[in-house]
């Protein structure tokens, strides 16, 4: 079984940073993607960063030039740097993952961690 554990939501003033984590753990055989997701509150959940075991990073338009994504692929770790920080950046934010089990190493599955909170206020 594949968990994902988050890290580091909080509140944030506009213009300021946070960092958040990601470590996966369980019976992995391979790992493609990592990244993470956000919802808002009456939105649908959507991409803010993505990051494939060879480096190749996709990013939201919104949060480009912004938040840098990052991963340790040896500790199953992905890292969000959230910077310049926006009240529209408030959210859940889930950490998401695409691998393959060790007890099922034949297919690709989505997992995805419980959701951390970010909240941008002055």
């Known amino acids: 079984q594949v968990q994902l554990v988050e890290s580091g939501g909080g509140l944030a003033q506009p213009g300021g940073s946070l960092r958040l984590s990601c470590v996966a753990s369980g019976s992995i055989a391979a790992i493609y993607l990592m990244g993470w997701y956000r919802q808002a509150p009456g939105k649908q959940r959507e991409l803010v960063a993505s990051m494939t075991t060879i480096g190749r990073t996709n990013y939201a338009d919104s949060v480009k030039g912004r938040f840098t994504i990052s991963r340790d692929n040896a500790k199953f770790m992905v890292s969000l740097q959230m910077n310049s920080l926006k009240s529209e950046d408030t959210a859940v934010y889930y950490c998401?993952?695409?691998?393959?089990?060790?007890?099922?190493?034949?297919?690709?599955?989505?997992?995805w961690g419980q959701g951390t909170q970010v909240t941008v206020s002055s």
């Open positions: 998401n993952l695409e691998a393959r089990a060790a007890a099922n190493p034949s297919t690709w599955s989505t997992y």
